[in-house]
């Protein structure tokens, strides 16, 4: 039995979505355990890509089973678009796919509130991408959340809806928006929960008999490891636990029952909103890396900010969620570049700096010292094995590996799933 978890170590966008989608096929049951419709996880194979939001990208292997976990903002629009999309592809998700019956439910009066607290912000905005998250997860800490559960309990979904309704409309209707419809809601999210009723399940059973029968388990995240709302770049981070913290309260399995962690980080670095970005290249370097990277958001189109790799927070990210291998993606996008930069310490007033700060003031400011590569020109994208590669590109994962004192498992070399070097097998 091999239970393993999947986290990104950066702001989110490694690629997690294709490495998922290729350690899929060596497990039984796939589970997706904190975010929402805000993340968006790429999978590109036989010449078909799929973008899957809310769904573990497992759904795209036959015979595989499929959990949302009770951790995630759940929001039955997306969920029954992307559940459309997999029919019209050929796949089935009936006796595959499982909901929490404990998931926070996402309403459209969350993504209003999004946005008005993001207009309020003015020049701190965050840069959220409007889907609800944060006030799903609010609502939830403040215990007038509706759960999946409720949609298939008129009375309660009624009395949770007349709740919001009181606490949200003064502020809507001040801002010139329209008072929530407490009649349509009901309706349209009684329905959502008919036809959820063949996906909804209390999950953490469904694991533990997994685990108890020695079935091997993968934990799917969302976002990154600094987007974590206790570890991350706060308060530009998301409204969840985006790492291993995450798995134990958003599904209820206990950690200790993880047998492998695996780090995914970008070969380089991308940011999406606002926030402070020690290595961010804004001029031709980030260019290349936007342009060469595809480096556009999958939930949002929005394009994404990019600089060198930064070992001062992935050191970070993969210490506090006690990461046992490295996977990095997007090798292949630093080709054709004269030298490759990485980002090993900061400089902050006079002193060297090895520890990511808390701090967004010290962060702000921070001058990273970098180490130099040798760039390569190859093409590596058809490399299959580590001895595919240019000596200089073996050189730069090495000491990747030298540095971060982290072996790495998987490189990817593209989006689709044949592009992948597997250096652990």
């Not at 950066?10 to 904190?34: M, N, P, S, Y």
Request: negative net charge.
């Amino acid at each position: 039995m091999t239970v393993e978890c999947v986290v990104g170590l950066q702001w989110g966008d490694e690629g997690k979505g294709k490495i998922v989608d290729a350690l899929a096929e060596k497990f039984e049951l796939i589970v997706r355990f904190a975010g929402g419709a805000n993340a968006g996880h790429t999978v590109v194979f036989d010449g078909q890509q799929f973008i899957l939001h809310l769904i573990p990208t497992g759904i795209l292997h036959p015979g595989k089973s499929c959990i949302i976990a009770n951790g995630v903002a759940f929001d039955p629009e997306t969920f029954f678009l992307e559940v459309k999309g997999l029919h019209a592809s050929g796949y089935e998700t009936e006796g595959r796919l499982f909901v929490s019956d404990r998931a926070h439910v996402v309403f459209p009066y969350h993504k209003r509130l999004d946005l008005l607290r993001e207009k309020a912000r003015g020049a701190g905005k965050i840069g959220t991408t409007a889907r609800g998250i944060g006030p799903c997860y609010a609502d939830k800490a403040s215990r007038i959340g509706v759960r999946v559960c409720d949609l298939v309990e008129p009375e309660t979904l009624r009395h949770m809806l007349s709740q919001n309704a009181a606490q949200k409309n003064d502020l809507f209707t001040s801002q010139g928006f329209a008072a929530i419809d407490e009649p349509s809601l009901l309706e349209k999210f009684a329905d959502f929960g008919k036809r959820l009723k063949p996906y909804m399940r209390e999950t953490r059973p469904l694991i533990a008999d997994a685990l108890n029968e020695g079935r091997s388990v993968l934990f799917e995240g969302a976002q990154g490891a600094l987007l974590d709302i206790d570890h991350g770049t706060y308060p530009y981070v998301t409204s969840s636990n985006t790492g291993l913290d995450g798995v134990s309260s958003s599904t209820g399995v206990p950690l200790r029952k993880v047998d492998r962690v695996s780090g995914v980080v970008k070969s380089y670095c991308t940011r999406v909103g606002d926030g402070p970005f020690p290595t961010e290249q804004p001029g031709p370097i980030g260019e290349h890396l936007q342009q060469k990277g595809g480096e556009f958001g999958a939930t949002t189109g929005r394009p994404r900010r990019c600089g060198w790799l930064d070992l001062v927070a992935v050191r970070y990210t993969a210490a506090i969620n006690g990461v046992d291998a490295l996977t990095l993606t997007k090798l292949d996008v630093l080709g054709g570049l004269e030298e490759i930069r990485v980002a090993t310490s900061y400089e902050c007033g006079g002193r060297e700096i090895t520890e990511f700060p808390a701090s967004l003031e010290v962060l702000s400011t921070v001058k990273p010292k970098y180490e130099v590569f040798d760039g390569w020109q190859d093409d590596i994208t058809g490399a299959r094995e580590l001895g595919d590669l240019p000596g200089s590109t073996v050189k730069y994962l090495r000491a990747l590996e030298e540095m971060l004192g982290i072996p790495i498992a998987v490189v990817s070399l593209g989006s689709s799933r044949e592009q992948t070097i597997y250096l652990d097998s």
